[in-house]
């Protein structure tokens, strides 16, 4: 059997190892460290969140801000090219003394598909960009982030990019970082 799976496991495949933290500055000081390591295929866990956790693990900043923003433009422009299309072009009719275009009554509209297109985008692009559903991973831990801190690194054998990952290093290593309990993690198919 390989060293990637084992007998107690039910034959499951090794999804990786996980440490887990007393405290958050604790978890922050030991992610910095897996990552200047070259492990990059690893999460963390956490119970609410932790600042600058996400620049210690080596994200880069989401681009839900950009798609939140044009979006809400194309609401803005749409709104105010169906009222002044409406208005101007295909139903030309004075009201109240007002031009065709008379943009100020036309501001409620612009403002409300601009939060419409900027919420519906927002969502889906929350979802897109978080990989939601996913239906390929499952849980190792329901309780994972309601009261601990944890590490997980992945098995990323599959990814020529990362590091090779070897258990035994990889224990003795978050070990070295501070965990305080460390378990393998077993999954069902999850490669």
């Not at 080596?58 to 950009?66: A, D």
């Not at 927002?122 to 390929?136: E, K």
């Amino acid at each position: 059997m390989s060293d990637h799976t084992n007998a107690e496991s039910g034959g499951q495949n090794l999804a990786g190892v996980v440490g887990f933290f007393k405290d958050a500055s604790s978890l922050t000081e030991a992610t910095k460290k897996i990552r200047n390591a070259n492990y990059e295929s690893f999460d963390t866990f956490t119970p609410y969140p932790v600042h600058g956790l996400e620049s210690a693990q080596g994200l880069k900043r989401s681009p839900l801000p950009y798609i939140t923003f044009t979006f809400g433009l194309a609401g803005l422009a749409c709104a105010f090219l169906l009222q002044y299309w409406t208005s101007a072009i295909s139903w030309p009719i004075i009201v109240g003394g007002k031009p065709f275009n008379s943009w100020p009554a036309f501001v409620p509209v612009m403002f409300e598909l601009t939060i419409l297109f900027a919420g519906i985008a927002t969502v889906f692009g929350m979802f897109a960009l978080n990989r939601l559903p996913n239906t390929a991973k499952k849980s190792f831990d329901s309780g994972i982030t309601r009261d601990r801190f944890a590490i997980m690194v992945d098995n990323s054998n599959n990814e020529p990019a990362c590091k090779k990952f070897e258990v035994s290093e990889v224990e003795s290593f978050l070990s070295s970082v501070g965990a305080s309990d460390i378990r393998k993690v077993y999954s069902e198919g999850w490669f």
